[in-house]
């Protein structure tokens, strides 16, 4: 099922317009200057009906999640005088195990369809508020490269759902896991990327994929999953079905990769880009090594599990809004001072937020305003699509 594209309006600007203006009269507004796009109002001189002065000037700053806002004053704000307000959105950036397994059916669909609907939605919900990218392991699987290695299917990229889906719903499971060796191809771009980076990786198995690798039965993963019941002779003999042979010499592939694939991920959290680790079903087995990978990559849990464990896919999505939250600021930085911080008003979207330390908004600096708690939160969840920093009428809630 696709998701429709946010209105144009939604889009997250790095720069604000700026407008300068008064409130008008009941019929209009004056607009004195403007860069940008303009609402409804129009520019030039005052409104019909409306008047300019500067004793009725009131400023209004915006951190308008959008390319072009509506008018200052539309929806009954006070103040249409926009200052620039500089954003550095974030990127959350997917690693999506898209193996062979990945194709075993859950409640719902396949594992693959359901991390598919369950990423898309989040990228609905917060693609105005984060840059999303994505990479998927294994790519070009072949009958005789069944570990060939992943990369990158979709750049981060802010208010662009409807390429990032059509990457996403494109994925076809196949083949085994090559983690390790996918986020090291993945590292030198992901080093790159301007702003506050975080990766998600969501696998449903343990790595896997390395010609080098040798191990004993306990870390054969053929051995780990497919000797119940013993139908291969290497599990009818209690052999180790990971150790080569003249007839399969690329056993080795199938031993569990845990000691590369966590330096991996701890090369990615040292370049300043935490690792979030999910398992979702049929991970159960790794547990030990994706909770070491979840601690090299520097954003654990607080407690064991380290990794999100995600037993049933239907609360994935709540799993993916709880890591991208971690990103998403609370925080704005006016270019100037408002002239009255006691006559200054945040609103989400045409709702006015109380002035509250606790659950509302607050001052932190004479140029910084930050969202507390349930607002904060709000936020985060992908719910409010403009926050506007408005003065000109008292502070609502102000004690």
């Known amino acids: 099922m696709g998701f429709s594209r946010v209105p144009s309006w939604f889009r997250l600007a790095s720069l604000v317009p700026l407008a300068l203006g008064a409130c008008g009269g009941s019929g209009g507004r004056s607009v004195v200057g403007h860069v940008g796009h303009v609402g409804q109002g129009g520019t030039g001189g005052a409104g019909e009906g409306g008047s300019s002065s500067a004793g009725n000037t009131s ?4 951190a308008k999640l959008s390319s072009g806002p509506p008018a200052a004053d539309a929806g009954g704000l006070c103040g249409n005088q926009i200052l620039p307000l500089a954003l ?6 997917f690693v999506l195990d898209i193996s062979g397994s990945m194709s075993t059916p859950e409640n719902g669909g396949t594992r693959l369809q359901l991390v598919q609907g369950a990423v898309v939605e989040q990228a609905a919900r917060l693609n105005y ?6 990479a998927a392991f294994p790519l070009d699987v072949t009958a005789t490269d069944t570990c060939h290695i ?5 750049a981060p990229a802010l208010q662009d759902l409807e390429t990032f889906e059509t990457a996403i719903n494109a994925l076809v499971p196949n083949g085994g896991t090559p983690t390790a060796a996918t986020l090291n191809a993945l590292a030198p771009n992901l080093e790159a990327l301007a702003g506050k980076t975080i990766v998600v ?9 390395n010609p080098a ?15 119940s019941p013993p139908t291969l002779e290497c599990c009818v003999q209690d052999t180790n079905c990971c150790e080569p042979t003249i007839a399969d010499p690329r056993a080795g592939e199938d031993c569990l990769d845990e000691t590369a694939t966590v330096n991996a991920v701890a090369a990615i959290y040292s370049a300043g880009i935490p690792v979030y680790v999910v398992g979702i079903p049929g991970s159960q087995f790794y547990a030990d090594a994706l909770n070491a990978m979840a601690l090299a990559g520097g954003a654990p849990q607080f407690a064991a599990p380290f990794y999100y464990q995600v037993s049933d896919l239907s609360t994935l999505g709540d799993v993916l809004t709880t890591i991208a939250s971690a990103v998403i600021p609370c925080s704005f930085t006016l270019t100037s001072a408002p002239p009255n911080p006691t006559e200054t008003n945040v609103y989400f979207d045409t709702e006015v937020v109380m002035s509250d330390p606790t659950n509302g908004w607050s001052w932190t600096s004479s140029v910084e305003v930050t969202l507390n708690g349930s607002a904060c939160a709000k936020l985060k969840s992908g719910a409010v699509s403009q926050v506007q920093v408005v003065s ?6 102000l004690r």
């Open 201 to 209: 990786l969501a696998t449903d198995g343990g790595p896997n994929c």
């Open 213 to 227: 690798a040798a191990c004993g039965i306990q870390d054969c993963i053929v051995n780990i999953e497919d000797c």
């Open 129 to 134: 508020l984060v840059k999303m990218g994505a």
């Open 150 to 154: 992943g990369a990158q299917i979709v």
């Open 59 to 62: 400023l209004a700053v915006s």
């Open 88 to 93: 550095d959105p974030p990127t959350v950036y």
């Open 392 to 397: 000109g009428c008292p502070t609502e809630g």
